[in-house]
């Protein structure tokens, strides 16, 4: 199976709002609303941020949402600040069981 | 509190053996699911197989299937990752994470294992 696919790089000024997207097939994003994201900080473990497509975990800033469409997941992050630079990753459950990531994406807060 | 709480930094020959492990606290460890994923240097998160420590249900990425073995000792909370035979393309920092089914999403994840393979 291919990783999602998602832009290798977004950016954005503080307090700025950016979307980036997740793409994936039938068989995971198109198919099951188990789409989840993770923020990673460098040398950091990966924190879930998005949960079940567009739930956010107990605790995580409500600056942080989720959506699908498809075959395509999307992360929004609303009054970008400078902690939020990270890589995120999105995924999926798939079909065939088991986790699907995507590439990553870098975010950096210009 | 949650923890999962991973074995330290390992380096390594090729060919030789490895186990590395993950405990869990501050919960009931038979509810929830462990999965490996791993993260090459400088890349992306890859999933690598789950557990479901009732019963060792094991699922793996038909990436690693073959290479590792998935194990858990549920009278210590403890779920393990292991290698026969380690490869230099091995390299790379592990993380377990647990989830309350094997389709669910993983709420918390350890701090990781570093895993070098080098001559």
């Known amino acids: 199976q291919s990783a999602l696919t998602q832009p290798a790089s977004v950016s954005g000024s503080p307090g700025q709002s950016i979307t980036t997207s997740c793409t994936g097939v039938s068989s995971d994003v198109d198919g099951y609303n188990y789409v989840s994201w993770f923020q990673q900080h460098p040398g950091k473990a990966p924190k879930l941020i998005i949960y079940?497509?567009?739930k956010r975990p107990s605790g995580v800033s409500d600056r942080f949402s989720g959506s699908k469409s498809g075959n395509t997941a999307s992360l929004t992050i609303s009054g970008l600040q400078a902690e939020d630079e990270a890589d995120y990753y999105c995924s999926s459950y798939t079909s065939s069981g088991g986790w699907l990531f995507g590439g990553g994406t870098k975010l950096t807060v210009l | 509190e949650v923890q999962l709480v991973q074995s330290g930094a390992e380096v390594k020959k090729p060919g030789e053996s490895l186990r590395i492990s993950c405990e869990g606290s501050g919960y009931y460890f038979n509810n929830y699911w462990i999965s490996w994923v791993r993260q090459m240097p400088g890349k992306g998160l890859e999933w690598v197989g789950t557990i479901d420590p009732t019963d060792s249900y094991t699922k793996y990425s038909p990436s690693f299937q073959h290479h590792v073995t998935i194990s858990a000792d549920k009278s210590i909370s403890t779920v393990y990752l292991q290698w026969g035979s380690l490869k230099a393309s091995d390299t790379a920092m592990y993380f377990c994470?647990?989830?309350?089914?094997?389709?669910?999403?993983?709420?918390?994840w350890g701090q990781g294992t570093l895993v070098t393979v080098s001559s």
């Open positions: 079940d497509v567009s």
């Open positions: 994470a647990r989830h309350f089914s094997e389709s669910d999403y993983p709420d918390y």
